[in-house]
C-alpha cells in the first residue's frame, strides 16, 4: 500500500525537481551556444512546472536580487563613452520610444477589437514596460491583473524566444566570458572587489523598493556611478550570475499555473498573436532607426524589442550587442510607459467604446 508523501516533503521534492532539471536545462542551452540560454532554459522549464499543476512560487526578494545583479552587470558597460554616445542620440532615442509605445498602443486596441479582451486590461497587457511593475499598475486601474499578467509574461516568452533566435541567426553566440565575468572561487583584490559588488546589489534592491522595476535600475544607476568615478570595479563570479538569470527565468515561468491559463485560454491564441504582432512592428522601427543611428541590427531590435529590461539585458550581454544602448532605450521606454501608461489606457477604452 503506497502512502502519499506529506505535505512539506512533496513541495521540497518539487522544488529539487525544479532546481535540478531548470539548472540543467540551462547549463544545456548554454553549451549548445544559445543566447541567454541560462535564463531561457529554466523560464521553460517553470513553464512546464507552472501548467502541470505544481504549486510553487518563488520568493519576490529571489527574483529581486536576481534583478539586482543583472543590473549590476549592465552597469559594468557603463563608461562615458557610452554616456557620450547616448547624449548625441537623444533625440533618436526619443523618437523610437514614442513610435513604441504608440504601436504598442495600436495593437492593444487590435486585442480589444478582434479579440474581446477589454480595453483597460488590453492597454495594461500589451504596454511595453516591466511586467511586474505594468501589473502592479493594472491592479490600481481597475484592470484584471489576471489577464494582464498573462498578457505581460507571454509577450516576455515570446521576445524571449524569438531574440534568441534573432540572435542566432545573426551569427551572435555567447562568448566565453559572457556570463563568468570574474573566477568562480575569487582571490586577493579580486574578493574584495565581489564583497562590494555584492554589497552594491542588497543596498540597490533594499533602496528601489518602491520604484518600478527599482531592483534593476537602482544597482544599476549606483554600480554604474561608482564606476565611473573609481570608486569600483564591478565583479560578479559566474555561478552567481547564473543563480540570477535562473531566479528571474524561474519566477516568470511560475507565473503560469494552471487556473491562469485556464482562464484566458479562449484568449490566449489573441494573446500570442498581439505579442508577436507588437515585435515584428518593432523590428521593422529597429531597422529604420538602424539605418538613421548607424547602429548595427541585433543592438538596435533588442533596445527596441517590447521585452522586460532584465532579458533584453541577458540577452545583450551574452551576445556582445551595443549594452549602453539597449540599456538606454528600454530605461528610457519604461519610463515613457509608466508615466503614460494612464492615458492610454482611457484612450483605448475611449476608442474601443465609441
Not at 510553487?56 to 557620450?84: E, K, N
Not at 524571449?160 to 555567447?174: D, E, F, R
Not at 527599482?214 to 568615478?229: E, H, K, M, R, W
Not at 544602448?325 to 477604452?349: D, K, S, Y
Amino acid at each position: 500500500m503506497q502512502t502519499a508523501l506529506p505535505g512539506s516533503s512533496r513541495t521540497l521534492f518539487q522544488w529539487l525537481a525544479l532546481l535540478i532539471c531548470a539548472g540543467a536545462f540551462g547549463q544545456l542551452l548554454h553549451a549548445l551556444a544559445v543566447p541567454a540560454g541560462l535564463f531561457l532554459g529554466p523560464m521553460l522549464v517553470a513553464i512546464i512546472f507552472g501548467i502541470s499543476g505544481v504549486q510553487l512560487h518563488l520568493h519576490r526578494q529571489v527574483f529581486r536580487f536576481g534583478q539586482g545583479c543583472v543590473g549590476l552587470l549592465f552597469a559594468h558597460s557603463v563608461t562615458w563613452a557610452v554616456l557620450v554616445s547616448m547624449a548625441q542620440s537623444w533625440h533618436l532615442m526619443l523618437i523610437a520610444t514614442f513610435m513604441t509605445v504608440v504601436l504598442s498602443a495600436l495593437v492593444g486596441l487590435g486585442t480589444v477589437r478582434f479579440g474581446g479582451i477589454p480595453g483597460s486590461t488590453a492597454a495594461w497587457g500589451t504596454a511595453p514596460g516591466a511586467a511586474s511593475a505594468m501589473v502592479s499598475m493594472a491592479e490600481e486601474n481597475g484592470a484584471d491583473s489576471r489577464v494582464v499578467a498573462t498578457m505581460q509574461y507571454v509577450r516576455v516568452v515570446c521576445v524571449v524566444m524569438i531574440g534568441s533566435l534573432v540572435s542566432h541567426l545573426l551569427g551572435a553566440t555567447p562568448g566565453a566570458n559572457a556570463v563568468a565575468n570574474a573566477p568562480a572561487v575569487l582571490q586577493g583584490p579580486h574578493l574584495l572587489d565581489g564583497l562590494l559588488s555584492l554589497g552594491v546589489v542588497l543596498v540597490g534592491i533594499t533602496l528601489g523598493s518602491r520604484l518600478p522595476a527599482g531592483a534593476l535600475l537602482t544597482p544599476l544607476l549606483l554600480g554604474g556611478a561608482l564606476q565611473l568615478s573609481g570608486l569600483l570595479t564591478i565583479n560578479l563570479p559566474g555561478p552567481l550570475l547564473a543563480v540570477a538569470y535562473g531566479a528571474i527565468g524561474c519566477y516568470i515561468g511560475l507565473r503560469f499555473d494552471r487556473q491562469t491559463v485556464r482562464y484566458v485560454w479562449k484568449r490566449l491564441p489573441t494573446m500570442i498573436a498581439g505579442a508577436v504582432a507588437l515585435i515584428v512592428l518593432c523590428a521593422a522601427c529597429a531597422y529604420v532607426l538602424t539605418l538613421a543611428m548607424g547602429a548595427d541590427f541585433l543592438s538596435m531590435y533588442l533596445a527596441t524589442s517590447p521585452g522586460g529590461l532584465d532579458a533584453m539585458a541577458i540577452i545583450a550581454v551574452e551576445t556582445h550587442a551595443d549594452v549602453g544602448l539597449v540599456l538606454a532605450m528600454q530605461t528610457l521606454r519604461l519610463f515613457g510607459v509608466i508615466l503614460t501608461g494612464a492615458f492610454c489606457a482611457r484612450q483605448i477604452i475611449r476608442l474601443t467604446r465609441g
